[in-house]
């Protein structure tokens, strides 16, 4: 008995042509069709960092801390 592969290379089918022909035209009208992806303008300057004190004793009642306290005090 034989097998009915053989063992050199295999030709193209046409199914498999028209298969990967199909694919690259779906991803191509993917593409053209999503949003366009803008890159993101320049934020607007924050204000600029704190220096840490030279000595320490960085803390300062901000908004968040009091908001904190509030919260953990209830």
């Known amino acids: 008995m034989q097998d009915s592969q053989t063992a050199g290379p295999v ?3 046409r ?3 028209f298969v990967g022909a199909a694919t690259v035209g779906a991803a ?3 593409v ?3 949003p366009k ?3 993101a303008p320049d934020a ?4 600029p960092e704190r220096q840490p004190p030279e000595k320490g004793g960085g803390y300062s009642l901000s908004e968040h ?3 904190y306290y509030r ?4």
């Open 11 to 13: 030709p193209s089918s």
């Open 15 to 17: 199914r498999g042509f």
């Open 28 to 30: 191509a009208a993917a």
């Open 32 to 34: 053209t069709v999503l």
């Open 37 to 39: 992806v803008a890159p």
């Open 44 to 47: 607007p300057a924050a204000a």
């Open 65 to 67: 801390v009091k908001r």
């Open 71 to 74: 919260t953990a005090s209830a």
